[in-house]
């Protein structure tokens, strides 16, 4: 498997071993493209029928404060894959729920697991729970960062395009959890991204700050706009995510209003490259954030997108926890 996956990198997958998966700004660009690669690997391994089983004997706890599709079956269905033991947990089923405190429940399944996932709500519980669990944590998805699915984006990235360093992603829409994991990750890899989004609803600015500093590192261009054209021209890339992600229902009616200019349809990806590809994490709402005629054309590739979360999140699994 090393072998495989290190012909265009010095790292061995122990080099990963007992690393927890925050955010992507914890990596470095090799360290990406290792998993990228291995990803990759893995996915050809599936489809051939072969076995890789790095998890032989090992239990994932997945602690789930917020719903999912993706992000439980590939979780569940990835681990069992790698020869290992998924343990779904939802808030109501462990006393973290109950009020105790994170430190606690870190200590504790440190005793009985060999690695966490947690898709939560506030940032701080991923990283509470590194902080104190002795094991690999693994960031599901939390208010401020979606990194598994951004390493399962790039992953797609590299198979429609065969690179990173250089291409133009365009993000349109609200500059939320997914444009910050975007923005960190290109910023690593060299990967220019533009956001675009409306007064009021634009990334965490100390996110955009960390992400300027470590683009001049990579030479990648970080940008907000206001103008989703402006993001949009000439663009590799093309991503978008719900107006209203899970937490801001509420605010469905006013958000429609918000981000009515800033919807990917036909008129606005035909100032992007002929040969642009279309992203979104999924769930959909085809006719809001994104035109059917768009998301269903030829351009998209969500439904490789959102297999390659799996691929992705068996490669971060086998080198943390394998």
Request: aromatic fraction near 8%; charge should be negative; charged fraction near 25%.
């Amino acid at each position: 498997m090393t072998d495989a996956v290190s012909k265009n990198s010095s790292l061995e997958l122990s080099h990963f071993k007992g690393k927890d998966f925050v955010e992507l700004s914890d990596y470095t660009a090799e360290e990406i493209h290792f998993l990228i690669d291995l990803a990759i690997e893995l996915k050809r391994k599936q489809k051939a029928g072969e076995s890789y089983r790095p998890l032989e004997g090992k239990t994932v706890g997945l602690i789930f404060e917020k719903s999912s599709t993706r992000t439980r079956v590939s979780f569940e269905v990835g681990t069992f894959q790698l020869g290992g033991h998924a343990l779904f947990l939802s808030k109501n089923d462990i006393q973290m729920g109950r009020g105790e405190i994170i430190a606690d429940t870190a200590r504790v399944m440190s005793r009985y697991l060999d690695g966490i996932m947690i898709r939560t709500f506030g940032h701080e519980n991923v990283t509470e729970l590194a902080k104190y669990a002795d094991i690999p944590v693994i960031n599901g998805l939390s208010d401020l960062g979606h990194p598994c699915q951004v390493l399962a984006d790039f992953q797609t990235i590299v198979e429609s395009k065969g690179k990173l360093k250089g291409l133009k992603l365009a993000y349109i829409g609200d500059g939320n959890n997914m444009a910050h994991s975007l923005m960190i990750g290109g910023a690593r890899v060299g990967l220019d991204v533009y956001v675009a989004t409306p007064e009021g609803y634009e990334p965490d600015p100390e996110v955009v700050k960390q992400c300027e500093a470590l683009a001049a590192e990579s030479g990648a261009t970080i940008k907000v706009v206001r103008d989703p054209k402006e993001a949009v021209q000439d663009a590799d890339v093309i991503y978008t995510d719900v107006w209203a992600s899970m937490g801001f229902e509420e605010e469905q009616k006013i958000r429609e209003q918000a981000f009515k200019d800033y919807q990917v349809n036909e008129e606005l990806v035909s100032h992007a490259k002929s040969d642009y590809i279309f992203l979104h994490c999924l769930p959909a709402h085809r006719g809001e954030e994104v035109s059917a005629g768009v998301i269903d054309g030829p351009n998209s590739v969500i439904f490789d997108e959102a297999e390659n979360r799996l691929h992705a999140q068996k490669a971060i699994m086998a080198a943390l926890i394998g």
